[in-house]
């Protein structure tokens, strides 16, 4: 079940009716009705592996109690018997397969005969994310930042809540936790904030998005007969592909938190805005840049402070790895980390690493010459580097780079290939129009000041819908769905 679905929608109605209504004014009751519902999401959608994120929510709400009440050097155990357990349960659904392959490939290439059989292992969707979820709760009790929870019930909803549970945000126990101790109370301006957030989601996913995966997805699937003009189309179309898959479900994910009265953590910034790699990842999926910066890069940086600008670099590139390491087991996503973490190189040896300086239009409301080159470039770097994070093997990347330089006439694009390109970058524009005019908004459809008059603005609102129904591509599966 997909949350731009009419099943999401039913099931969704339904929570809303019995949430707000014989359960208004109990916290508890509503807790536990979130919490039935989330487990009901995760097994419509993966049943065989509720067992294991309800075995995981036990042992750590059970580990947390045990931090709180040892001493320092016990807490410090616990923690870290915690921290093991949540990265072993990624090591093994994730990666065990990886490294039995990488492997088998070494030994092969040092002329050892083996033969290493892979393991059945089905992927748990949703474990990258809440696999987060649980370490974070634990580091968070052990700093001393938040006491644990005594109520099972909340913590159990904290780690499945349902909009976030499959490609987040990665919501922190500090944020959320305290939300969930009281009752929520219907509020109909904050409701309808998140409806309109939900609109704007679902017309970046199913309106761009999806229509792009339909050329894009065409062009990876026969590298070898695309000629440099195709190529090059792909690799500038794909982050916007991505951004609007991807950011248009987190739009949706807290849309519906707001509605159901949680505050869920915010995942994207207009990332298209930014001037260097830097303001790009503070942009960029922040709940995961935010939580690898906390938890890895921080205590990176304390440790290698000694060595001045090496340091920094050895722990923004050990970050970055991670960061892209997390999206799965290739080594594709390994490079893809790297080649972020070399881009960061230039900007710390500049003394530019940490600056932030506001983004302001122009008399004409458009960026300056100079932000927009900065603009520009950033984006193509971020383009390039999505050819390595898009490719199944380093091989197919450098089969798509070589490709770029093929300036053949092996095919064409088709009219119809043409038609949904256009169409796409169109309302892509639109979208990217409406994020620079709302850049200082928490997402682009708060209009309120943009667009005083709610006859007009509701007429915004309405067009959009009215695209969603004419306009919207082929049901495509979220992409960070997959990681």
Request: charged letters at 15%.
């Amino acid at each position: 079940m997909v949350i731009n679905s009419f099943n999401f929608l039913f099931f969704f109605v339904v929570l809303f009716l019995i949430y707000y209504f014989p359960l208004k004014n109990k916290a508890g009751a509503q807790n536990w009705c979130l919490l039935i519902a989330s487990y009901i999401f995760y097994g419509i959608t993966d049943l065989k592996m509720l067992p294991i994120l309800l075995t995981a929510t036990i042992v750590f709400y059970i580990l947390g109690i045990l931090i709180r009440r040892s001493n320092s050097k016990k807490a410090s155990f616990f923690t870290a018997l915690g921290v093991i357990a949540g990265v072993g349960m990624l090591v093994y659904f994730k990666y065990l397969n990886f490294f039995i392959d990488s492997f088998e490939t070494l030994f092969i290439s040092l002329g050892l005969n083996v033969n290493i059989t892979t393991l059945n292992i089905v992927f748990p969707l949703g474990i990258s994310f809440f696999t987060f979820r649980l370490i974070s709760y634990l580091i968070e009790i052990n700093r001393g930042k938040i006491e644990p929870t005594k109520d099972f019930i909340a913590f159990a909803t904290y780690i499945a809540f349902f909009p976030t549970l499959l490609a987040g945000p990665i919501d922190r126990p500090n944020d959320f936790l305290p939300q969930l101790k009281s009752a929520r109370v219907f509020d109909y301006n904050i409701a309808m904030d998140g409806t309109r957030q939900i609109l704007w989601g679902i017309f970046k996913k199913m309106v761009i998005a999806d229509n792009m995966a339909l050329f894009i997805g065409s062009v990876w699937g026969n590298l070898a007969d695309q000629n440099a003009t195709t190529l090059l189309i792909t690799v500038l179309a794909y982050p916007i592909q991505l951004y609007a898959d991807f950011s248009g479900y987190s739009d949706m994910a807290i849309g519906v938190g707001k509605i159901l009265g949680i505050r869920v953590a915010i995942n994207f910034h207009y990332p298209f805005f930014a001037r260097n790699v830097a303001e790009y990842w503070r942009s960029w999926h922040m709940s995961l840049t935010s939580w690898i910066t906390d938890y890895v890069f921080m205590p990176l940086n304390v440790k290698f402070r000694n060595l001045g600008d090496l340091g920094l670099i050895s722990a923004v590139i050990i970050n970055m790895i991670i960061i892209g390491i997390w999206h799965g087991a290739n080594w594709t996503f390994a490079v893809f980390g790297l080649y972020h973490g070399l881009l960061f190189v230039p900007l710390i040896l500049s003394g530019s690493f940490g600056k932030r300086k506001k983004l302001k239009a122009n008399n004409y409301g458009l960026p300056s010459m100079n932000d927009f080159v900065k603009m520009l470039s950033t984006y193509l770097l971020v383009a390039f580097g999505l050819i390595i994070f898009n490719s199944q093997s380093l091989g197919q990347a450098v089969l798509f780079i070589k490709g770029l330089f093929n300036f053949s006439n092996l095919t064409s694009l088709t009219a119809e290939g043409v038609r949904v390109l256009a169409q796409s970058l169109f309302f892509a524009a639109i979208m990217l129009l409406f994020e620079w005019k709302q850049r200082d908004k928490e997402y682009a459809l708060q209009i309120d000041s943009l667009i005083p008059k709610k006859f007009f603005r509701y007429a915004v609102y309405w067009v959009l819908l009215i695209l969603v129904i004419l306009f919207s591509g082929e049901e495509q599966i979220f992409i960070y769905m997959q990681f």
